[in-house]
Nanobody, 128 residues
Framework: QVQLVESGGGLVQAGGSLRLSCVAS????????MGWFRQAPGKERAFVAA????????SYADSVKGRFTISRDNAKNTVHLQMNSLKLEDTAIYYC?????????????????????WGQGTQVAVSS
């Protein structure tokens, strides 16, 4: 089991930036692919970004490409989501997710059902 805790959410004006963090604890000696998802009010949870265990491979939803950057620090069991040029439509609860993979695997997942471990979420609100 691995536990995930997100932080860094808040209220920001459109065009501003936020940096989300997700810290893993528990069974962290295993390799995990990590993902960020978000759920806006009245909508289903959607993929935002994913990163392989090594950090060498990443993927982004079209809606955030060029604005968001996912990164990780395995020594600190942490994954970040740097969000720049925020838009009103980025308002959502952001969730961190983890899926165990093979060592040195370049695997990451875009589908939320591939991730068995989830954080509790952090709220991001973008105002005009």
């Amino acid at each position: 089991q691995v536990q995930l805790v997100e932080s860094g959410g808040g209220l920001v004006q459109a065009g501003g930036s936020l940096r989300l963090s997700c810290v893993a604890s528990g069974r962290t000696f295993r390799p995990y692919a990590m993902g960020w998802f978000r759920q806006a009010p009245g909508k289903e949870r959607a993929f935002v970004a994913a990163i392989s265990w090594s950090g060498g491979r990443t993927s982004y939803a079209d809606s955030v490409k060029g604005r968001f950057t996912i990164s990780r620090d395995n020594a600190k069991n942490t994954v970040h989501l740097q969000m720049n040029s925020l838009k009103l439509e980025d308002t959502a609860i952001y969730y961190c997710a983890a899926a165990e993979v093979s060592y040195y695997s370049g695997t990451y997942y875009l589908n939320e059902y591939e991730y068995p471990y989830w954080g509790q979420g952090t709220q991001v609100a973008v105002s005009s």
